[in-house]
């Protein structure tokens, strides 16, 4: 069993900055791919940043510039610092990885955090 537990979100002001972590525990082989999605009240989710196991990036436009992925392979984890926040970032962020269970070389399987929440306003 795989679990994907995040952590960091919370109340900031426009203009402020939060950083968000996402920890993967479980039978875990190797991690692909992770990546931070978002999903505003009467939104669709979106895709935020992405990185896989190369280190390749990938952001929306809309944070570029002002948001930063990274991760540490040895803790199984992926962050997402996050400056000069917007109310239009205002959402609920949910963490996804894409995992390969168990002792072996396995197809990944996609797996999701609970989501936190994230608030920017005055």
């Known amino acids: 069993q795989v679990q994907l537990v995040e952590s960091g979100g919370g109340l900031v002001q426009p203009g402020g900055s939060l950083r968000l972590s996402c920890a993967a525990s479980g039978s875990i082989f190797s991690i692909n791919v992770m990546a931070w999605y978002r999903q505003a009240p009467g939104k669709q989710r979106e895709l935020v940043a992405v990185i896989n196991s190369g280190g390749n990036i990938n952001y929306i436009d809309s944070v570029k510039a002002r948001f930063t992925i990274s991760r540490d392979n040895a803790k199984n984890t992926v962050y997402l610092q996050m400056n000069s926040l917007k109310p239009e970032d205002t959402a609920v962020y949910y963490c996804?990885?894409?995992?390969?269970?168990?002792?072996?070389?396995?197809?990944?399987?996609?797996?999701w955090g609970q989501g936190t929440q994230v608030t920017v306003s005055s």
């Open positions: 996804n990885a894409v995992i390969q269970t168990g002792a072996r070389p396995s197809p990944g399987r996609n797996y």
